[in-house]
C-alpha cells in the first residue's frame, strides 16, 4: 500500500481513509453505503440498477438525480476512484485500495495448518471483525438493498462465528487455555445458543483448572437451552459435564516421580514430541532409540507438561515388573488408583472404566524381554 491507499473497514461502523486520514463529508448515508456496495461488486453496474436499489420508493426521475448527487460526492472526496460513463457505475480497482472484508474473507480462507504459525494467522484474521457489517447503517425506502445489507452480515458473521471457533480450537490446542476461554466467551457473545462452543468453553475451563466454571457452564447452557427452545442440552454435552464433575473430584491426576536434577538442552525434541501427545488424531506415540540416551527422562518431561491438558490427568505406567501381557491389565489399574473387582475380567473392567476418561498414560521400559 502506498501513501495514497484508499482504505475502507466495513466490518464494524464504517470507517473510510484515504492517505491514512478518516473521510467526513458524505452527503448522505445512503452516499456511503453506495461506496462499500460498489467496493463488493465486481465489474460495472447500471445507473438504472442503482437508483432502483437506493431510491426505490421514489420516482424514476428524482432517483435518478440522488444517485447522480451521490456519485458526484463520492468523486468529489475520492478523486479517480469509481469509473463512470453515462450509463455505468463501477468501484476502481486499478487505484491502490485496501478493503477490510475481503482481507478477512481471504485470510479465513486460507490452510492455516501450513502457515508457521496458524494461531497468528487466525488472530489477524479476526481483529479485522470489528462487528456486524457496515453496523449502524439503516437503509429506509430500500427494501432489495435493506435485503442485501442483512444478507451480508450474516454471511460475515457466521464467518467470524466459524473462525472464532478455529482460533479457540487452536489455542486449546497449544494450552493456551485463558486466551481460548476469552475466545469463546466472544463467540458466545455474538451467538448464546451455539452448543458446540460451550462444549469448548467447558473443556478450556476445565483443562485450565477451573472444574467449578466449567461445571457453571453447563448449567448456564442448560438454563438457556430450556427458557429460549425448552430443550434439553445435547447428550455429547451432558456427558462431557459428568467427565469434568468426575475429573473434579479425583483425589490426584498425575502419578509422575520428581526428578531429581533439571531437565537441560533436547528443547526440539521435546517441542515435537509435546506436539505429537497433544493432537487427538495420534493415538499412540513411541520413543525408540538405544539404551542409556534418555528415552524415558525425555517421555516424563513430556507428560509432566501435559498434566493440564487431560481432564483425567497423565500417569506413569512402568512395564519392568510386568511378567507378561496378561498382567498388562492389572499394571495399567495400578498405575491409574482403579481396584479390579472380582466379578468380572480385569479387561472389560479396564474398557469400562477408561471409556469416558480423557487421560495420557506413559508406557515405559515396554521392550523388556518379558513382553
Do not use: C
Not at 469509481?82 to 457505475?89: A, D, E, F, G, I
Not at 466379578?343 to 508406557?363: N, S, T
Request: cysteine-free; proline content about 6%; hydrophobic content about 40%.
Amino acid at each position: 500500500m502506498n501513501a495514497n491507499t484508499l482504505k475502507l473497514h466495513l466490518l464494524g461502523r464504517p470507517l473510510i481513509e484515504l492517505s491514512g486520514e478518516p473521510v467526513n463529508g458524505f452527503v448522505s448515508e445512503k452516499a456511503l453505503a453506495l461506496l462499500g456496495y460498489l467496493a463488493l461488486q465486481q465489474g460495472s453496474l447500471a445507473r438504472e440498477r442503482l437508483s432502483g436499489l437506493f431510491w426505490g420508493d421514489m420516482p424514476d426521475k428524482r432517483a435518478k438525480a440522488n444517485l447522480r448527487m451521490a456519485i458526484y460526492n463520492l468523486q468529489q472526496l475520492f478523486p479517480g476512484r469509481l469509473q463512470t460513463t453515462r450509463l455505468s457505475v463501477a468501484f476502481n480497482r486499478q487505484q491502490d485500495y485496501w478493503l477490510d472484508v475481503e482481507q478477512f474473507e481471504k485470510l479465513l480462507a486460507a490452510d492455516f495448518q501450513s502457515m508457521p504459525d496458524p494461531i497468528e494467522g487466525l488472530h489477524l484474521a479476526l481483529s479485522l471483525y470489528r462487528g456486524e457489517f457496515m453496523e449502524g447503517i439503516y437503509l429506509d425506502g430500500s427494501p432489495e438493498l435493506e435485503e442485501w445489507l442483512l444478507v451480508e452480515r450474516e454471511r460475515l458473521r457466521q464467518l467470524a462465528l466459524e473462525g472464532l471457533q478455529r482460533y479457540a480450537g487452536e489455542l486449546t490446542g497449544a494450552r493456551q487455555y485463558a486466551q481460548a476461554v476469552r475466545t469463546l466467551r466472544q463467540l458466545l457473545r455474538l451467538e448464546p445458543w451455539q452448543e458446540s462452543a460451550h462444549q469448548q468453553l467447558m473443556l478450556a475451563l476445565a483443562r485450565g483448572g477451573d472444574y467449578t466454571a466449567a461445571l457453571e457452564q453447563y448449567e448456564t447452557i442448560r438454563r438457556l437451552l430450556a427458557k429460549e427452545l425448552n430443550v434439553e442440552p445435547m447428550p455429547e454435552t451432558t456427558r462431557l459435564y459428568e467427565r469434568i464433575r468426575a475429573a473434579r473430584d479425583l483425589p490426584f491426576r498425575h502419578n509422575l516421580p520428581p526428578q531429581p536434577t533439571p531437565f537441560i538442552g533436547r528443547e526440539a525434541a521435546l517441542q515435537e514430541l509435546s506436539g505429537l501427545l497433544a493432537d487427538p488424531a495420534r493415538r499412540l506415540v513411541t520413543i525408540t532409540g538405544p539404551g542409556g540416551a534418555g528415552k524415558s527422562r525425555l517421555a516424563l518431561q513430556a507428560a509432566a507438561g501435559l498434566t493440564g491438558s487431560f481432564l483425567h490427568g497423565v500417569y506413569l505406567v512402568p512395564l519392568a515388573p510386568v511378567a507378561s501381557a496378561a498382567h498388562l491389565p492389572v499394571a495399567v489399574g495400578g498405575a491409574l488408583g482403579f481396584t479390579f473387582a472380582r466379578k468380572d475380567g480385569p479387561k472389560p473392567q479396564r474398557v469400562r472404566y477408561l471409556r469416558e476418561k480423557e487421560l495420557q498414560p506413559v508406557f515405559d521400559n515396554g521392550r523388556h524381554p518379558s513382553e
